[in-house]
């Protein structure tokens, strides 16, 4: 069965470390988002790509990066982990389907940042 | 993509309807109206989604209103699985940029 995964699922790192969390989904969809989710705010989108060699930012992006070499694939980096970036993370997909797509989230990574 | 306002928990009796609704008074014409739900622990998981008409499906019925700036979700028969936070949001055909979750509404089902 198609599925989208995450990993690790718990991190703890130290403040001013590069942190990378892996997301690959076998849906082959096009669309890839990344989410945090912190209590009081819901989930709030990061970056988000619609493809191949294709990244957006969304609305939290400022201290994180994305990269899409190929359809399965979209890590988030951190380039130098802040305390505020102690979160919850979720990755999801989709097929491009205007505003009725469906989004497939994974089961998500909990990062401390100490 | 516009907001939407939820009530923060809603409670209903196990094998119950519920009806979880949401206010979305700046909906634009293309704005898709979508519902999806987190489990504890989870990622949040699709419900439904919608654009004019009501739509059903095996999980819950959306109720659009006429004038679009409302919609109500129905769960027919709540179970305790059901037990989750529920989201409403707004998708444009126009881009991602500004989509959110909000804090949703919490709903729990006693037993």
């Known amino acids: 069965d198609a599925e989208i995964t995450q990993s690790p699922r718990h991190k703890i790192t130290e403040t001013g470390r590069q942190v990378t969390l892996a997301c690959h989904q076998t849906?082959?969809?096009?669309?890839m988002f990344w989410y945090r989710q912190d209590l009081g705010h819901g989930l709030r989108l990061i970056h988000y790509?619609?493809?191949?060699?294709?990244?957006n930012k969304g609305e939290v992006s400022d201290g994180y990066s994305v990269s899409r070499s190929n359809t399965e694939d979209l890590p988030l980096t951190l380039e130098s982990a802040a305390s505020s970036q102690t979160s919850v993370y979720f990755c999801?997909?989709?097929?491009?389907?205007?505003?009725?797509?469906?989004?497939?989230f994974g089961p998500g990574t909990r990062l401390t940042v100490l | 993509d516009a907001k939407t306002t939820q009530p923060n928990s809603m409670e209903s009796n196990e094998e119950e309807p519920v009806h979880l609704p949401c206010n979305h008074s700046?909906?634009?014409?293309?704005?898709?109206i979508h519902w999806y739900r987190q489990l504890p622990s989870q990622g949040p998981e699709y419900v439904i989604h919608?654009?004019?008409s009501n739509v059903n499906n095996r999980m819950a019925s959306l109720a659009i209103a006429e004038d679009r700036k409302s919609s109500t979700l129905i769960l027919h028969r709540a179970t305790l699985r059901d037990a989750a936070v529920y989201y409403c949001?707004?998708?444009?055909?126009?881009?991602?940029?500004?989509?959110?979750f909000g804090t949703g509404t919490k709903l729990q089902v006693i037993p």
């Open positions: 999801a997909s989709s097929n491009p389907r205007g505003g009725g797509d469906e989004q497939f």
């Open positions: 849906w082959n969809h096009n669309n």
């Open positions: 790509s619609y493809g191949v060699q294709d990244t």
């Open positions: 700046t909906i634009s014409g293309t704005d898709y």
């Open positions: 919608g654009l004019t």
């Open positions: 949001i707004l998708r444009n055909s126009g881009g991602y940029q500004k989509v959110t």
